[in-house]
């Protein structure tokens, strides 16, 4: 068996769990430089469950954002570089030797709503400016996830094509064959295996969705792949506490396992005892093929 990467878990819905108020557009965003201390104990609480990578707060931390948010351009642009280099800072510092630090990005607009794509020139400067930031950072990789869009992900990849660090890409799908757009998933991972990726990945799909997409993937995708499912019971909505009972969780994250991932987590509802389970299958099923 290949032991795969562990994965974190979710930021926005262990925050709320903590008593945070996590209002849209914003999201996690702001509250690295509210909380700081919370996002920094999520990290640490994963690291501790056995996770082997961990990703930075900044799934919203764009200037795109805070000015959806009500923020002048100056200020937006301020405030989001503040939060997403606070948001490296807390990671770095829960970090330990074998942890892996990623840095998070996703689509500009709603990645559930692929259809309001904003265009070229808002997405080029926001990923753009995103990049520059996390230059200046030590993190270890480059995670863009949840994407759902393809053009997007054509603006994310020849903008971080020269990028030292590792680029992984995670996808949100409509079913088992199309990306959330509707684009066929063939033509999403041809372009893929062009563009030097490290590793795909699909997340934020309910674990049938998700099963149904990896069982495949061997036969469409050439390249390092993994998932993280969310714990709900439906795609896009009622995800983030209306979850997946224990015995379900079992089943779908071993089966996925059984497929040989290299690397392994979990998305929206989870908590560090999903990751100390999934590091406790991994055991399991590791031990039981040497037997």
Known sequence: MNIPLILD???GTELIRYGLDLPL?????DINLTHPESVQQVHDNYIAAGSDVITTNTFRTTPWTYRKAGYTSLRASERARDSLLKAVELARKSSIDRVRIAGSITTVEDCYKPKLYPGKTAVEDTYGTVLEWFLETDIDLILFETMGNLE?????MGLSSNLMQERWISLILH????LLDGTRLESVFDF???VGISVLLFNCNKIETTLDAVHSIDQKFS?????FPNLGIANFENHYFEILDNSKFEAGIKEILYLDPDVIGVCCGSTPKHIELIKSYIMEIENASEN
Not at 25 to 29: D, F, I, Q, V
Not at 152 to 156: C, G, Q, S, Y
Not at 223 to 227: F, K, N, R, S, V
């Open 9 to 11: 878990g979710a930021m």
């Open 25 to 29: 557009p914003l999201w996690s965003a």
């Open 152 to 156: 997007e992900i054509k603006i994310a």
């Open 175 to 178: 079913d088992e064959n199309h």
């Open 192 to 194: 893929l295996d062009d």
């Open 223 to 227: 390249g390092t792949w993994g998932a």
